[in-house]
């Protein structure tokens, strides 16, 4: 079984600052590592993911995680925030290789971006 | 190419009812899995199904069920319904075992079930 813990539920930052999301997982197997963003009354959408190969992923909004091994973490990090990133963030994992598509996700961490 | 919807949006329901839930998957998608998001709470795995087949269950209770219909869309019905069944649904749709075992989920508004 796999586990996900967001350190932060809560992360407020001023517009343009950088900001990093944590994220810590535990597997006994290997795993899919994912990021997904959430904005108010709406569904998730996928913002990254790590399958394998290199261990930095980035989105085409400036986000970018890099997976951790060891310390298996997974932590999203954005170099400067704006205000439209203000929305709840989930990671999320999932057993490697065919099979069950079950995704376990963290309680999710909620960034507020100030002006 | 249209994406994960469902329906209804909203629904209040009182402690005992059945509901059903319904899911329309991105167009050639043939699995669909189904989460329930609690206030407050990450997402939990409920069930998925491929090719109309159960094909994976996390910790609910059997009155919690579904099917998937030959166009790959898809249902949760959930029997005797409890106050801590209110939560937002979601519904997602991928690739499946077609797509590889990379194949991202793509997740649907979902659907906010109150049950007083």
């Known amino acids: 079984a796999q586990s996900v813990t967001q350190l932060d539920s809560q992360v407020p930052v001023f517009e343009e600052a950088p900001v990093e999301l944590r994220c810590n997982y535990s597997s006994s197997v290997s795993v899919y590592l994912f990021w997904y963003v959430q904005y108010p009354n709406q569904g998730l959408q996928l913002l990254l993911k790590?399958?394998?190969?290199?261990?930095l992923v980035e989105s085409i909004n400036g986000f970018e995680a890099e997976f951790n091994k060891s310390q298996t973490s997974f932590h999203l990090r954005k170099p400067s925030v704006h205000i439209s990133d203000t929305a709840e963030y989930f990671c999320a994992v999932r057993r490697a290789g065919a099979g069950s598509y079950q995704l376990t996700f963290g309680k999710g961490t909620k960034l507020s971006v100030i002006p | 190419e249209t994406g994960v919807t469902q329906s209804p949006t909203h629904l209040i329901k009182t402690r005992g009812q059945q509901v059903t839930l319904r899911c329309s998957s991105q167009?050639?998608?043939?699995?669909v899995s189904w989460y329930q998001q609690a206030l407050g709470q990450g997402p939990q795995f409920i069930f998925q199904?491929?090719?109309?087949?159960?094909?994976g269950r996390g910790n609910f209770p059997p009155r919690f069920s579904g099917l998937q219909f030959p166009n790959y869309s898809s249902e949760l019905n959930v029997n005797a319904l409890e106050l801590d069944d209110s939560a937002l649904y979601l519904c997602a749709s991928s690739l499946g075992l077609a797509g590889g075992p990379e194949e991202t989920q793509y997740f649907g508004p979902g659907t906010r079930l109150l049950v007083l």
């Open positions: 790590y399958l394998s190969g290199s261990t």
């Open positions: 167009s050639g998608h043939n699995t």
């Open positions: 199904y491929y090719r109309e087949e159960e094909n």
